[in-house]
């Protein structure tokens, strides 16, 4: 029984299967971190164009 445990132990340990789908994630995230970022400066910057766009009209 102790040898099936380590066996088994070294198996998990040496598989890489997920893996790639922890990668995937961790891309996802930052490009969602991106779009948010990118969304909020572009927000801000709209909202300052139109305020100048509207006092000056």
Same mark, same amino acid.
């Given at each position: 029984?102790?040898?099936?445990?380590?066996?088994?132990?070294?198996? %998990?340990?040496?598989?890489?299967?997920?893996? %790639?789908?922890?990668?995937?994630?961790?891309?996802?995230?930052?490009?969602?971190?991106?779009?948010?970022?990118?969304?909020?400066?572009?927000? %801000?910057?709209?909202? %300052?164009?139109?305020?100048?766009?509207?006092?000056?009209?």
């Amino acid at each position: 029984m102790k040898q099936f445990m380590s066996h088994r132990l070294i198996q %998990t340990l040496i598989d890489d299967s997920g893996v %790639t789908a922890i990668e995937y994630a961790m891309i996802a995230m930052f490009v969602a971190l991106v779009c948010i970022v990118a969304w909020q400066l572009l927000g %801000t910057n709209l909202s %300052t164009s139109f305020g100048n766009l509207a006092s000056s009209i």
